[in-house]
């Protein structure tokens, strides 16, 4: 059974930092392409960033682009994203995806499909007071 667990969410003041980690068991890692979505009350599933399996390459969310850094380390099957500059607008409930099997596009939007992944954690919130 797969398990994604995300850590690290909190409340930070605008301007401030988080770094949040996903820890996956179950699947893969070194094959699984890995990213974070995002959820705010009222709106729907946003996608924030994704890294390949291997960690050559990575797609961010026009918002969160040089603010925002995905990686990854296969060796301990986490996902990290380092979360600098926030915004309240950067509130919501954030979750870790993964999909399976070496799956890469060369273009960013089929990654901001949520169907596209194969799994989820259950999420972890982050809150940032302006």
């Known amino acids: 059974q797969v398990h994604l667990v995300e850590s690290g969410g909190g409340l930070v003041q605008a301007g401030g930092s988080l770094r949040l980690s996903c820890e996956a068991s179950g699947l893969t890692f070194f094959t699984s392409t890995m990213g974070w979505f995002r959820q705010a009350p009222g709106k729907e599933r946003e996608f924030v960033a994704v890294?390949?399996?291997?960690?050559?390459?990575?797609y961010y969310e026009d918002a969160v682009k040089g603010r925002f850094t995905i990686s990854r380390d296969n060796a301990k099957n986490t996902v990290t994203l380092q979360m600098n500059s926030l915004k309240h607008e950067d509130t919501a409930v954030y979750f870790c995806?993964?999909?399976?099997?070496?799956?890469?596009?060369?273009?960013?939007?089929?990654?901001?499909?949520?169907?596209?992944?194969?799994?989820w954690g259950q999420g972890t919130q982050v809150t940032v007071s302006s």
């Open positions: 995806v993964a999909k399976q099997g070496l799956t890469w596009y060369d273009r960013r939007d089929p990654f901001t499909e949520p169907a596209n992944f194969d799994y």
């Open positions: 890294i390949k399996w291997s960690g050559s390459n990575s």
